[in-house]
C-alpha cells in the first residue's frame, strides 16, 4: 500500500491567493483527517470525516478555511484567502475505523508558505 | 477533554531504557491512551495504546497505574534512530461529534551517542 498520499509536498503563495491541498487517504480506511502543524501551536485537528462525511469541523480556524471529501479516495482543505499566519505543515490521517482512539496513519505532509 | 502534561524535552544516551511519563488527571473512563512518534519532516506515526496496566509490543512497553492519572512510554535499549517526538494522547472510543484529541507539543527526545 502506498500510504496516505498528500500534494503538493511544499506549497509558497503569496498572501491573498487560495490554496488547495490534496490528500488521498488509505485504501478502505473509512476515517480521514485533516491536521495543521506549527512550532508554537504543535498539531491540532482541524476537521475529520467518517465515510465522507464530516463530523466535526470545530478546529477549522476561521471562514476562510473549508474542507470536503466528494469520495473515499479523495479529499481537499482550501483556504481563501490565505495570510501569512496560515504558514504551517498540514498533515492528512486516515484509519481504519472511526478514527477514536485507533491508529491514524498519517501522510508525509503539506509545507505552507504564504509570504 | 483530556488534557495532558508531558516534559518538553529529554536526552538519553544509545543502549539506555527511556521512559517518558505523561499525565492526563482528568482521564474519563472511556479513554485510551496512545502514543505517537514524529519524525522531522515527516508526519506522526503511532507506536502503542492501551487503557489499562501494561501493553507491551515489539517496539515499546505502555505502563498505566490503576488510578490511569498518568501512563509511562518505555523504549528500551534506545539507538540514535529513535531521536524524534513523543506525544500522548488521551481519547475516548464513544461515538458522537465531540471527540478529540489533544496532541499538545509532546517530548522531544534526544539519544546522543
Known amino acids: 500500500d502506498a500510504g496516505v498520499i498528500q500534494s503538493p509536498r511544499h506549497e509558497v503563495t503569496e498572501m491573498g491567493q487560495e490554496v488547495t491541498l490534496r490528500c488521498k487517504p488509505i485504501?478502505?480506511?473509512?476515517?480521514l483527517f485533516w491536521y495543521r502543524q506549527t512550532m508554537m501551536r504543535g498539531l491540532e485537528l482541524l476537521i475529520y470525516?467518517?465515510?465522507?462525511?464530516?463530523?466535526?469541523d470545530s478546529g477549522m480556524p476561521e471562514d476562510r478555511f473549508s474542507a470536503k471529501m466528494p469520495n473515499a479516495s479523495f479529499s481537499t482543505l482550501k483556504i481563501q484567502p490565505s495570510e501569512p499566519r496560515d504558514s504551517a505543515v498540514y498533515f492528512c490521517?486516515?484509519?481504519?475505523?472511526?478514527?477514536?482512539?485507533?491508529?491514524?496513519?498519517f501522510g508525509p505532509g503539506t509545507r505552507l508558505t504564504v509570504t | 477533554l483530556a488534557k495532558t502534561t508531558q516534559p518538553i524535552s529529554m536526552d538519553s544516551y544509545e543502549g539506555q531504557e527511556v521512559n517518558i511519563t505523561c499525565s492526563h488527571n482528568?482521564?474519563?473512563?472511556?479513554?485510551?491512551i496512545t502514543w505517537y512518534q514524529q519524525f522531522p519532516s515527516q508526519g506522526p506515526r503511532f507506536i502503542i495504546q492501551?487503557?489499562?496496566?501494561?501493553v507491551t509490543n515489539e517496539v515499546a512497553s505502555l505502563f498505566i497505574p490503576a488510578d490511569r492519572k498518568s501512563s509511562t512510554l518505555s523504549l528500551p535499549r534506545v539507538s540514535l534512530s529513535d531521536t524524534a517526538v513523543y506525544y500522548c494522547?488521551?481519547?475516548?472510543?464513544?461515538?458522537?461529534?465531540?471527540?478529540?484529541?489533544?496532541w499538545g507539543l509532546g517530548t522531544s527526545l534526544a539519544v546522543n551517542p
Open positions: 490521517a486516515s484509519s481504519p475505523t472511526d478514527g477514536f482512539p485507533y491508529e491514524q496513519y
Open positions: 485504501s478502505g480506511h473509512n476515517s
Open positions: 470525516f467518517n465515510n465522507n462525511v464530516p463530523i466535526d
Open positions: 482528568n482521564i474519563a473512563t472511556n479513554d485510551y
Open positions: 492501551g487503557y489499562k496496566t501494561k
Open positions: 494522547l488521551v481519547g475516548d472510543s464513544g461515538v458522537g461529534n465531540n471527540r478529540k484529541l489533544i
